[in-house]
């Protein structure tokens, strides 16, 4: 059982069953969160008799780091795998522009049940949600490889379908690692009922809705679990959010050669979005070995763009940084199991 899978007052509890004190428990969460120490037996601030219990009992970390890869640029994929051999991703990105920070992506659930067709993920389906210790343990160990500026919920699962834990974690690295809510981004396939059930909220993070196309019948396919969802409902849920928590949302799309990156696509789109307060993230797609979808060209992607900035959508591409090193979604856990 994990320091972080007990809510504070059960942790003292245990820590003192385990023969310490109360506050013992506060000093082991101040060490790991100020200080970023993943290890007990570093904590010079516990009796040393209670260290080597607390590690025994209450690990601060279940997770190993099953794989690890470093491209040239710098980006860092860890394979992480918890005690019943789930595996997820996690993702440390350097800041390109700063030099200094990076944002973390990070992992919701264990596979994914919405199933988009260019997505590793998705072919894998979904095995289990993570726990909120398991996104916060993401956190711990993204940081050990450098510091943290940023994190976006954009990698394997969908956020919205392990709420809970998602908001239960968010909390954690709002409060206790201090990412605060606009350094934070949820990036899920939108559904609308979820979305105005939890926008009252006003949770501490911002949204981000992929999108991947204008058209009803192409998004079908491309997102299978929101097949029958109208694009309208999406858009409508989106503006609803925007009204309540007012902050903008980002609309984004996986840019697939030859699918949906055409300038039409884009005349779409911007239409879909006028009058709205929106940005857009283009996505040019990874490739993923075997599959049906390829990259599309600089020149596509730069049309695509420029279409919509003739309609005035404001629209940032973000070439996905560490191809070298399995950076496509899911890509590294599909070859652990392979
Ligand atoms: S792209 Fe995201 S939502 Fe789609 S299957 Fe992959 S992880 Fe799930």
């Keep these: 059982m994990s320091l972080f899978a007990l809510a504070p007052d059960e942790a003292e509890r245990r820590v003192v ?44 970390l279940t997770a190993e780091v099953a794989a690890r890869s470093t491209a040239p640029d710098g980006t860092t994929k860890l394979l992480l795998r918890f005690p019943d051999g789930a595996a997820v991703e996690t993702v440390h990105i350097p800041s390109r522009h700063t030099g200094r920070g990076a944002t973390l992506c990070v992992s919701s659930q264990v596979g994914c049940a919405v199933g ?3 997505c590793a993920s998705g072919r894998l389906g979904v095995q289990r949600n993570l726990a909120a210790h398991e996104i916060v343990e993401q956190f711990l160990l ?9 994190s976006v919920v954009m990698g394997i699962g969908e956020p919205l379908l392990n709420y809970e834990a998602v908001r239960a ?12 809510a606009r350094k ?35 998004r079908d396919v491309l997102v299978p679990a929101m097949a029958g969802t109208p694009i309208e409902d999406v858009l409508a849920a989106g503006d609803d959010w ?21 300038p039409g696509h884009a005349a779409r789109l911007a239409e879909r979005l006028r009058g709205r307060r929106a940005g ?12 049906a979808y390829r990259r599309p060209s600089p020149d596509a992607v730069e049309r695509f ?34």
């Design 184 to 218: 934070v981004t949820v990036s899920t396939v939108g559904f609308p009922e979820r979305l105005r059930a939890i926008a009252p909220t006003r949770p501490p993070f911002q949204l981000a809705i992929s999108l991947h196309s204008p058209d009803q019948e192409q």
């Design 242 to 262: 925007f009204a309540q928590t007012g902050r903008e949302i980002t609309y984004e799309v996986v840019l697939l050669g030859g699918e949906n990156d055409s």
């Design 17 to 60: 069953e385990l023969g310490g004190k109360p506050f013992h428990a506060r000093v082991a969460r101040r060490e790991v969160f100020e200080r970023g120490v993943l290890d007990y037996a570093e904590m010079t601030g516990l009796p040393a008799s209670l260290r080597a219990k607390l590690a025994a009992d209450l690990p601060i």
């Design 116 to 118: 988009c067709p260019f």
């Design 305 to 338: 763009r420029a279409a919509l900035a003739v309609a005035g959508v404001v629209a940032t591409v973000r070439w996905s940084r560490g191809l070298e090193a399995d950076a496509a979604c899911g890509q590294l856990r599909l070859r652990e199991r392979t």
């Design 169 to 180: 974690a968010l909390g954690v690295v709002h409060d206790e690692l201090g990412l605060g």
């Design 142 to 150: 993204g940081r050990s490889v450098g510091p943290l500026s940023r």
């Design 280 to 291: 857009v993230n283009l996505i040019p797609y990874n490739p993923v070995a075997g599959d």
